[in-house]
């Protein structure tokens, strides 16, 4: 079957793929989730209508923005009437509106989806441990943590574990969920923390993902805010 689990039956939902998106996309190019939903639109090629906010401006707190998304957080998405929010939930609903072949990076096979579906959940433990260790550091100048080290280690463990004999998270093939859990790997580049030597799966992900041509064009923002922090 390859790529993308099983075949579509006559009465499976296709993908409106023939129509061309316009979709308003606001974002701040240094957030996780963010890069995750510009990873996935340049893997498939769909374009979007970027509109930059300045969360530490207060802008997501306007009473237009708001009204939009009362959660007021970033990214957030309007394609017609519908307004999303939740990276995840934007990327499954993009692929399967706009993608040409949207089982492609979210399978099918149920047995294929459900192994993208835990990496889903696991990523958000995984995120929040390593965003508690490092945005202390980054927003307040604080010292690292080493009680939150020690949560991180142990997300960096059990990660590898997953990644061990796959070539992506969920398997032989990109998913959505590569995109999330990458960009939440690449919080760890403050200061460069040393997530390769003791962890030789993720190591080996990590550079596959970076390899990947659009990985630097979507993340520039990120590795941008960190040279411009003190040393």
């Known amino acids: 079957m390859g790529c993308g689990g099983s075949k579509p039956t006559a009465t499976a939902p296709t993908a409106t793929n023939t129509t061309k998106p316009s979709v308003d996309l ?8 963010c890069r995750a939903v510009l990873m996935f639109a340049k893997e498939t090629g769909l374009e979007l209508n970027h509109k930059p906010v300045d969360f530490t401006k207060g802008e997501t707190k306007t009473p237009e923005f708001l009204a939009m998304n009362p959660c007021h957080c970033v990214p957030t998405i309007k394609d017609g009437d519908l307004t999303l ?12 509106k706009y993608a040409k072949d949207p089982a492609k990076l979210y399978p099918t096979d149920p047995q294929k989806r459900a192994r993208v579906n835990l990496v889903f959940g696991f990523q958000r433990q995984f995120g ?12 307040q100048g604080k010292d ?21 004999g796959k070539t992506y998270v969920a ?11 990458m960009v939440s790997l690449t919080m760890l580049d403050f200061k ?18 970076r390899a990947l041509p659009y990985f630097e064009e979507t993340n520039k923002g990120w590795y941008e805010m960190l040279k411009s922090l003190p040393s």
């Open 85 to 96: 929010w939740e990276s995840v939930a934007i990327m499954v609903y993009l692929n399967d």
């Open 26 to 33: 606001y974002l701040a190019d240094i957030s996780p989730p």
């Open 192 to 209: 460069d923390y040393d997530y390769k030597s003791n962890y030789p799966c993720v190591k080996a992900w990590n550079d596959r993902m």
């Open 171 to 181: 398997g032989d093939c990109l998913t959505l969920a590569d995109f999330s859990m």
């Open 144 to 164: 690292a943590d080493p009680e939150i080290e020690e949560k991180v280690k142990t997300a960096l463990d059990l990660f590898n574990k997953i990644l061990e």
């Open 128 to 139: 929040s441990n390593i965003g508690d260790y490092i945005a202390p550091q980054i927003l």
